[in-house]
């Protein structure tokens, strides 16, 4: 039977809101790509400009959760790993990139009207403005948001949900052993024994 270690809820918590925010990211998504649909047809009605751009800032600020909810997955898996003694699983480097990249996104200028890249280096700057951005492919991310399978361009969306949906199915497996484990193990005590009514109907208890 495999070890819960005291982290595992908390790797729990954050698999469960993976799984969550997911969801939400792809009604964001929807929403979004049916207001463009619905402008590109130029029916009768039409939302306006600033009603496409609110979608695309619900659409934006979704897939910075979802980074955000996976790079804590992540962290948490790991030290659960660690706790109970199994190997920890490599990190997911464009992931961190990503995060650390959306975390400090103030200290980004613009490339050119569509990209995000890191601020020159120079005297003066501190040497880790602007590292995850130089990490990532293209050496800076495009502030925008596409309508395929990954977020913001980088990280694949179905893989996230299914090692979200997996560590939720492990640790399910894992406590239904552990109790049937402990009942197995005040049965073998006899501990069940003591409530078994006699032949007049009486129990042990009186």
């Known amino acids: 039977m495999e070890k819960l270690s005291d982290w595992s809820m908390l790797m729990l918590a954050w698999a469960e809101e993976v799984r969550r925010l997911i969801g939400e990211?792809?009604?964001v998504r929807k929403e979004h790509w049916d207001l463009l649909a619905a402008q590109e047809r130029s029916e009768d009605w039409s939302p306006s400009d600033e009603v496409i751009a609110r979608a695309f800032r619900r659409h934006w600020v979704a897939s910075h959760q979802v980074v955000w909810a996976a790079y804590q997955l992540n962290r948490w898996a790991a030290r659960d790993?660690?706790?109970?003694?199994?190997?920890?699983?490599?990190?997911?480097?464009?992931?961190?990139?990503?995060?650390?990249a959306l975390e400090h996104l103030d200290e980004a200028e613009w490339q050119d009207d569509v990209t995000l890249g890191p601020p020159p280096e120079g005297t003066g700057r501190n040497k880790l403005t602007g590292r995850a951005l130089r990490e990532l492919p293209g050496?800076?991310?495009?502030?925008?948001?596409?309508?395929?399978?990954?977020?913001?361009?980088?990280?694949?969306?179905?893989?996230?949900?299914?090692r979200a949906a997996g560590?939720?199915?492990?640790?399910?497996?894992?406590?239904?052993?552990?109790?049937?484990?402990?009942?197995?193990?005040?049965?073998?005590?006899?501990?069940?024994?003591?409530?078994i009514p006699d032949k007049a109907g009486n129990s042990d208890e009186g």
């Open 167 to 195: 560590i939720i199915e492990a640790l399910d497996h894992a406590e239904y052993e552990s109790v049937e484990a402990e009942v197995e193990h005040l049965l073998e005590a006899g501990w069940w024994q003591d409530d």
């Open 25 to 27: 990211l792809y009604a």
């Open 139 to 162: 050496n800076g991310l495009l502030f925008g948001v596409g309508f395929d399978g990954k977020v913001l361009g980088l990280v694949d969306i179905d893989e996230l949900d299914r």
């Open 81 to 100: 790993a660690r706790d109970s003694g199994r190997e920890v699983p490599a990190a997911d480097a464009v992931l961190k990139n990503l995060r650390d």
